[in-house]
């Protein structure tokens, strides 16, 4: 299961407190109230996000001695997380309806920026319930219904939230695969939870370079015909600054033009009242095998914990522009684009472009021109945009910006600093938010103002998280020390299970350490109880904050004619944070050759995506495996990382030898 330990965290020296006093002056918040909310929640996790939840409209009261499951335990039973039971609301409703009704109505609740500067659109609050009426409407008519499934292959255009939305409305299961992936990726999603219907566009414009969703879309729909289900309506929206649609690629019968449909139906339309623990989304990730994993979260528990964790990690306030450059293919654009804010009534920037075009100033360009005051990224982005230089970001005025935020995987001291002294001036703290696709929120995040930052830790739990860190025999371990880390005891945001593979998810993330639930970090904790994440632990790889499963790149590279055998590996890369390594055994007879390693990084793309595609690809006469046949990818790490005086002890391999072939060709 484990098969490596945890690194420990980077250079002490790096962990001086940076205390900066004058956040309290900007957020009015002190350690002091944090703790007592913190100790409430512990003590009380039923009594605390009843109160929370309380704010939210819900059709029915919850059951309140059913407010939250309690067994995370396999042995003592099944784990069957819920919260609120009993309880009917919508997150929709909350999200959207809410606040027109709250009077908000003229309030933007999204802007948009296209790929091109100049290239723009808005939607108020009550502009915004229109539409996603009338999607919802005719998914509706077209019979889509509570608990179906839709698949919405879609860049950041408006569309996208409003699809997600729709979907929610009418208690429809939205699973939105980000639209980077293959075709044969989307195949893979569409045979798995099998949609009534998907949604895309017809092209799209990523910096230059025009995309031809609609194309990739048609192939995956053949492709999941051939593995036994048929997708009856593609509503494809007309990109048209992109592409026309006549140019188009169409099958009469099964593809529906978004704009000829849908602004015909009424803005109106009614609510479908959900249960708390009913699904309202899928969202597939990578793992330690080869298939992606169906994350479903439901209704009731994701919504009070992602608008919770918005409003404090980010120290929302009404007047408050908000921008975070995930797209909402991933998590972070479903809790963090999507519903988190906007079940704030917050105003959203949705961008569809890419952060350097045309240039490397464009994110301080655009956050000048709408203002933005918290701006939510990636450590990828903060050290590619730091190596353009800071001329790129002091030419631009930034003075809106108050509070920053960072996710995906650690982000290093260094590209702290350079985000925190150039981008924010030295006066905007940065919520550095550790969480995953499963716990659906934010679990450690400094809260800002609250405690001083140390660049690099995501410092401490937020409300009702009880973060552990166990030794290699699940044993707790106390005070300065370095492990893996689970948490103890559910919390609202909590994935419910896998689609259609429940065994799967108490295997992979309640088995590992009896009664926790495992994250696949390791993870270490100063003197200071700071927390500090020292990356996966498992067959993962965090690329540029994208999770890549090694075993789904393998089997990409194997499903080529021409290679026998492969082992991927990540290594640190300087922009990206980890980059993707792969071992490759050519059938017996075939040379190695430039072609060939192009037509193998080729066959990643059309698998995954072309953000999976290997950096490196280190020819391997032969793979190191121990005498049971498991390759040892401790050793191929080594290698790859180019610490060769580390590879430790080779001598229980089946055939020590290949390790010396495979440094012998390490420039090839
Ligand atoms: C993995 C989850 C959560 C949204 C984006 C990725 C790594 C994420 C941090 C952070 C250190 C982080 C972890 C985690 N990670 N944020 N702030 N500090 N590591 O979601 O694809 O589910 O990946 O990303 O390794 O397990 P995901």
């Known amino acids: 299961m484990i098969k490596t330990s945890p690194v420990l965290a980077k250079s002490q020296s790096d962990r001086d407190i940076a205390d900066f006093m004058f956040y309290r002056q900007i957020v009015h918040r002190d350690s002091n109230s944090y703790k007592e909310m913190y100790e409430r929640s512990i003590k009380d996790p039923a009594g605390f996000w009843s109160e929370i939840a309380d704010a939210f409209y819900w059709k029915e009261k919850w059951n309140p001695s059913e407010v939250c499951s309690e067994n995370l335990d396999v042995s003592k039973g099944p784990v069957h997380i819920s919260w609120f039971k009993g309880g009917k609301t919508n997150i929709c409703y909350n999200a959207v309806d809410r606040n027109v009704e709250a009077g908000n109505g003229d309030k933007i609740a999204l802007y948009w920026e296209g790929n091109e500067p100049g290239q723009d659109g808005k939607l108020t609050y009550s502009e915004l319930v229109e539409k996603v009426c009338q999607l919802a409407n005719y998914l509706k008519s077209v019979g889509v219904g509570k608990g179906d499934a839709v698949i919405i292959y879609l860049p950041m255009l408006l569309e996208l939230p409003i699809a997600m939305l729709a979907c929610a409305r009418i208690g429809a299961v939205h699973s939105v695969v980000f639209a980077g992936f293959s075709a044969d990726s989307l195949a893979q999603r569409i045979v798995d939870c099998k949609p009534k219907l998907v949604l895309t566009c017809n092209a799209v414009k990523r910096g230059p370079k025009p995309i031809l969703l609609k194309d990739i879309v048609d192939a995956a729909l053949v492709e999941s015909e051939k593995n036994g289900f048929s997708v009856g309506i593609c509503l494809t929206y007309e990109n048209q600054s992109v592409m026309k649609r006549q140019d188009t690629k169409w099958q009469a019968g099964r593809d529906v033009w978004w704009q000829d449909v849908v602004t015909n139906f009424p803005t109106k339309c009614d609510v479908e009242w959900v249960d708390a623990e009913d699904p309202l989304f899928l969202l597939y990730t990578s793992g330690s095998t080869g298939k992606p994993k169906g994350v479903m979260h439901t209704s009731g528990g994701y919504m009070v914990y992602t608008a ?210 495992f994250t696949g970090d390791g993870c270490s904790r100063d003197k200071d109880g700071y927390h500090w994440l020292t990356g996966r632990v498992d067959d993962v790889i965090n690329v540029s904050g994208h999770r890549i499963g090694t075993a789904e790149v393998e089997s990409a590279l194997v499903s080529h004619p021409q290679c026998a055998e492969a082992a991927v590996v990540g290594v640190e890369h300087e922009v990206k944070g980890q980059g993707i390594y792969a071992f490759v055994t050519l059938v017996d007879g075939v040379p190695y050759s430039e072609e060939l390693r192009k037509s193998l990084i080729a066959k990643v793309r059309t698998q995954i995506g072309a953000f999976a595609a290997p950096d490196r690809i280190h020819w391997a006469p032969g793979l190191p495996k121990t005498r049971s046949g498991k390759i040892m990818r401790r050793i191929l790490r080594k290698i790859a990382a180019k610490q060769l005086d580390e590879l430790g002890d080779i001598s229980t391999l089946a055939d020590p030898g290949v390790v010396d072939q495979l440094i012998a060709l390490k420039d090839c």
């Open 308 to 517: 919770t964790t918005f409003k404090y990690a980010f120290d929302y306030k009404p007047t408050d522009i908000y921008w975070c450059t995930a797209d909402c293919g991933w998590i972070t654009g479903h809790s963090y684009v999507t519903y988190g804010p906007l079940l704030n009534g917050a105003a959203v920037l949705v961008f569809e472009g890419t952060p350097n075009y045309p240039n490397a100033g464009r994110c301080w360009d655009i956050v000048d021109k709408y203002k933005v005051s918290i701006f939510y990224t990636a450590p990828t982005l903060v050290r590619s945009l730091m190596r353009d230089g800071d001329e790129y970001v002091t030419r631009y005025s930034r003075k809106s910006l108050r509070v920053l935020g960072s996710v995906g995987e650690p982000i290093n001291p260094s590209a702290w600093r350079w985000f925190y002294n150039v981008v924010g001036d030295s006066k905007c703290p940065i919520s550095d938010t550790w969480w995953q696709t499963e716990t659906g929120g934010f679990m450690m995040t400094p809260l800002p103002g609250a405690w001083p930052q140390k660049p690099g830790s995501a410092t401490f739990p937020f409300f009702g998280v009880q973060p552990v860190i166990v030794d290699e025999k699940g044993q707790e371990i106390e005070g300065e020390c370095s492990g893996y880390l689970c948490i103890k005891k559910s919390w609202p945001g909590a994935f419910r299970t896998l689609y259609g593979d429940h065994d799967r998810y108490e295997t992979t993330y309640f088995k590992p350490f009896a009664g926790y639930y």
